[in-house]
């Protein structure tokens, strides 16, 4: 690609200003440095922009014998029930996100068991202008006593999923995952859980995560092995 980098560490911030009057213009900073560069053919640059995402994710936590759900209130956001998250630490997977940020909001100890939903948003306040991507997954409880974050959480409590689906008091989000997990409950949770497969990448060397509902293509390599 026709472009000239330029990564200046921050002890060497001051030669910015030079390099910005050759024609360089800020990509991005991480850390202890920023990162220059500057397009070298006519027309528009086709260098891609970096960081237009983040990454967040919540944890459902169902115990089905009780059919109750975890939910918490924000101590500094707006005070509804919700399901315990937060942001992906770099090169963090998601399954591993739910279950960490769970055990941090509330000491609950949780196993990944499939993602339920993702919701896309644009213009959220506080996301450093990124858009954000935020992925919701089903959890099961691995303990059962709750100890909340006290610098994070409000409130925290296993609510029974019939009041949490009417409550007044939840986020539309928690309302309509609360109608997935109702529906999973009735007619079993394949019929909403897309399952977490690893797989090898076309990099030598390298896995990814496909989440997907692939009963349909077992049942086809069933048949077609068998």
């Not at 956001?77 to 630490?89: E, T």
């Not at 109608?179 to 990099?203: R, T, W």
């Not at 989440?211 to 086809?220: D, G, K, L, P, T």
Request: charged share 25%.
């Amino acid at each position: 690609m026709p472009a000239a980098w330029l990564k200046v560490p921050i002890e060497q911030s001051g030669f910015i200003s030079d390099a910005a009057s050759l024609g360089f213009c800020y990509h991005h900073a991480v850390d202890n440095h920023a990162m220059l560069v500057q397009w070298l053919q006519e027309g528009k640059t086709r260098i891609a922009d970096y960081a237009s995402h983040q990454v967040g994710v919540c944890g459902v936590v169902l115990k089905e014998d009780t059919q109750e759900i975890l939910v918490t209130k924000d101590r500094h956001k707006i005070s509804k029930w919700k399901f315990p998250g937060g942001l992906s630490d770099y090169a963090e997977d998601i399954a591993d996100t739910a279950v960490r940020e769970v055990r941090e909001e509330t000491g609950i100890k949780t196993e990944f068991r499939s993602l339920l939903a993702i919701r896309q948003q644009h213009h959220q306040p506080h996301a450093f202008d990124c858009s954000d991507l935020y992925f919701v997954c089903r959890l099961s409880p691995l303990s059962f006593a709750i100890s909340p974050c006290e610098h994070e959480i409000l409130e925290c409590c296993w609510m029974n999923i019939d009041y949490l689906a009417t409550s007044k008091e939840a986020t539309l989000l928690t309302e309509r995952v609360t109608g997935l997990l109702l529906h999973g409950l009735k007619h079993g949770f394949e019929s909403i859980d897309l399952q977490m497969d690893e797989l090898p990448a076309v990099y030598d060397g390298l896995t990814y995560k496909l989440f997907s509902r692939n009963v349909e293509y077992q049942q086809y390599m069933n048949k077609t092995l068998g």
